[in-house]
């Protein structure tokens, strides 16, 4: 696939959605409603390991929910932390190849049946494997915080996600969806290496953010956007696990500064404490609001509209009924 076609894939999807594409929800949250302890170093990526079939049933119920984009299991699920719980080099890599395969199995099995369906309203999903950031590996909440320390170089960050992403690539996801970025110098690190490893499929670039205008390490969103707008690698940019009052500002914001689609998919507001490894309760939004949220993000211009932490399919339900007149 040439950059062309990258950019067709998601461009199609979204003109087939009808202007704008419905990404799924918090996948680990899902994957905890259904009684799975995912409170270890490895969160998510636990079920892996433990759990394979419920992963693909919570793939499932997304896309029932009317997802049109599947974000993988491996967010937080890398080969040094395979490693540090005593697996090989070799299954390690098995697992992430995994987390693809389980999506894809799930993505086609759906569609498949779909296909026996007359009339039905649903697109054939894309399968986007999940690159969490350094910070949600480290697991101690930086990926919100955006701080790595200053032995944290772009070579490190780089030779951390590299050997992930050439495995992930193998195992034949549409495409790639970095998530909860909270620097600039991690955001060099991912467009070096799609740059580096001539990746051919498309891709985005998620950052958190916790004051609602800068990336969580302070650095303003131009400086980050800046150096993502000069890589035709990059399919999309946006946010995720943001809170939603954050979100309608920044999407405005975003298009002031790139000419990117834009993708957003928040949390339900509620706050993750990286130390009590817990979710505070905050300023929380229902599936109500979500509905309300999704068309303004869409008219303010977000071209991706999902949900992370804390929401659920049927959260994903109301936005994809609003979003398409889906009932
Ligand atoms: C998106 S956060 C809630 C994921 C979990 C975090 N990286 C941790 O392991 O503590
Ligand atoms: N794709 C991940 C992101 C966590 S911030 C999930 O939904 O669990
Ligand atoms: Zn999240």
Redesign the pocket.
């Known amino acids: 696939m040439g950059i062309g076609k990258a950019t067709a894939l998601l461009e199609d999807l979204i003109e087939k959605a009808g202007g704008c594409a419905v990404v799924d929800?918090?996948?680990?949250?899902q994957l905890e409603r259904h009684g799975a302890s995912i409170n270890d170093p490895l969160w998510?990526a636990l079920c892996l390991i433990k759990d394979p079939d419920l992963i693909k049933r919570v793939h499932l119920e997304y896309l029932e929910a009317g997802a049109d984009i599947l974000?993988t299991s491996s967010?937080q699920a890398t080969i040094p932390g395979f490693v540090a719980r005593g697996l090989s080099l070799e299954d390690g890599e098995l697992l992430l190849e995994k987390s693809v395969k389980l999506a894809v199995e799930a993505r086609d099995k759906f569609w498949d049946a779909m296909d026996r369906v007359l009339g039905h309203s649903y697109n054939r999903a894309l399968v986007a494997a999940?690159i969490?950031s350094y910070g949600?590996y480290l697991a101690d909440g930086s990926?919100y915080s955006g701080y790595y320390g200053s032995d944290v170089t772009l070579d490190k960050l780089k030779d951390f996600h590299r050997r992930r992403l050439q495995v992930l690539v193998e195992a034949g996801p549409d495409m790639l969806a970095f998530?909860?970025i909270p620097n600039k110098l991690e955001a060099q690190a991912c467009i070096d290496l799609l740059e580096e490893e001539d990746i051919q499929i498309p891709s985005w670039i998620c950052f958190s953010s916790v004051d609602g205008e800068n990336a969580p390490s302070g650095e303003s969103f131009k400086e980050c956007l800046d150096i993502i707008n000069k890589s035709s690698k990059v399919n999309a940019v946006g946010i995720?696990?943001a809170p939603p009052h954050f979100v309608d500002s920044l999407i405005r914001k975003f298009r002031e500064l790139t000419e990117k689609p834009i993708v957003v998919y928040p949390?339900s507001g509620e706050v993750w404490d990286g130390r009590a490894k817990r979710w505070l309760p905050s300023k929380c939004f229902d599936d109500d609001k979500f509905e309300l949220f999704a068309t303004r993000w869409r008219d303010s211009g977000a071209k991706l509209i999902g949900g992370?932490?804390r929401t659920t399919p049927s959260t994903i339900r109301a936005i994809s009924k609003v979003l398409k007149g889906r009932s």
């Open positions: 929800g918090g996948f680990a949250t998510s974000v967010y999940s969490g949600a990926e998530e909860t995720n696990c949390n992370c932490c």
